[in-house]
């Protein structure tokens, strides 16, 4: 069963107690999908501006010590302030939640949950990709909890793909989990 969490205007957060990765010792570390908002226009300009950032975190249970008395000494105390606070301080794994099913593979159905457009773009990888752009705010996480939640669990699937790939500092999603993780 997934659980889907607003933790602000612009972010959800989505986690199922089937969402983990294993280093091969120990416990399995449980993870989450930060689904974020993006304005990628300036604030002069209008359009379908908006992307979803997407980015794997370990769940709060498994998050280490020290991020959660960093959370709390900044007067955090709630499950969601907790979440947001470790997503946006430490960062997560991203995931081009487009790639879970490409925009032009949706066969349509997902016209219906969001007006949006598709366009390709570079990444930082140097690889072209189709994202969705929406035209505001609400469209934007409209189509993140009806749409990209729901296929979110694909991504478990393939999750050690996912975390092999190589982040722009340095290192892989392995290392990013590992150092945000318990322990």
Known sequence: MLNITELSDGQLYVESDLWQCNFGYG???????????VDLAPS???GFSYVIDAGLVPQLDFLDEEILEDA????LGTRE????YAYECYGGVPVNIDAVQPPKASCGMSSFVAKSNIRTIIAGT???METRHFQDLGEAMSFARDFYAVY???IFGFIDVVLDHP?????TGWDKIRQMAKK
Do not use: D, F, Q, T
């Not at 982040?167 to 290192?171: C, I, K, Q, S, T």
């Open 126 to 128: 140097g690889e072209e």
């Open 72 to 75: 709390r000494s900044e007067g």
């Open 152 to 154: 979110a669990p694909v």
């Open 44 to 46: 002069n300009e209008e």
């Open 167 to 171: 982040l722009r500092v340095g290192g």
């Open 81 to 84: 302030e907790i979440l947001r």
């Open 27 to 37: 416990e399995p570390v449980k993870l989450g999908l930060v689904l974020e908002a």
